[in-house]
């Protein structure tokens, strides 16, 4: 659980929430807006402390793996440095973090520069980017640091609706794309509001009430990998979005009554 102050009122954020992610899991969470979602990241990131009750991240605190440089973020705007190339971008956190580099092969980058299809682009800057190039750089520049625990919070969210389906299968592929690290596959923790992205995305969808939040529902999604845009006509995919949407609704203030 974790509130906080605004002026005299308590903000109730998270009350309660009970979760446990296996490594290599990809984990969407959705949830109404203020519920909670980021701070939820943020608790485990290491980067706010809950007020009640304990986040452990592979037997550590979460400050403490915060500190061993265990979590890469995505957040929703790309926040690149606008004096440097897409490639150096993506090289940022690996040089800034060079005493806790987990040995990945310089290759590696090059690798991830076809993953996000940013191949030609590498001595591009940032302004001569679109915003869908501009978050690629930013999920490249995520993965390059070696991190085993990748937290993003709407990372597509500033995207238009076809830039951002793309970007979907983007990310299932570099996610797949790089699963032969020292820590086999990554875990991802991806808050969103689209239900659409987080079914076709995730192992799990896990499903925040409105604030305070807490799991009204944990979806494990079994549409088989890798994914592609035909699985969104496909009846399981259909049954997921229905199934996660209803949660979201039962959760709504009004749920229960008549309604459309
Ligand atoms: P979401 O990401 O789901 O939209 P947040 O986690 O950002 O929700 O916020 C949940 C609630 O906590 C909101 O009411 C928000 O205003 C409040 N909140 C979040 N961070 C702070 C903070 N640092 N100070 C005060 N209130 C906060
Ligand atoms: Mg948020």
Redo the contacts with the bound molecule.
Sequence with gaps: S?????GRER????VGVDLHVAAGEFVAVI????????????LVGGL?APDEGTVRVGGLSAEAARRAKRFGLVPQSPALLPWRTAEANINLLREVNRRHDRGLAPVEAKGLVDLVGLRGFERARPAELSGGMQQRVALARAFALGAPILLM??PFAALDEMTREDMRFLLARTWAGTSDQPFGQRTVLF?T?SIEEAVILADRVVV?SP???HVVADEAITLARPRAHFLEDSRAFLDHVRRVRAALRAGQPGAGAAGP
């Design positions: 974790r509130s906080f102050r605004r903000v109730r954020a998270l949830g109404p807006s203020g519920c909670g979602k980021s701070t939820l990241l943020r706010l919070d709407e808050v509001h925040l604030r305070p939040g």
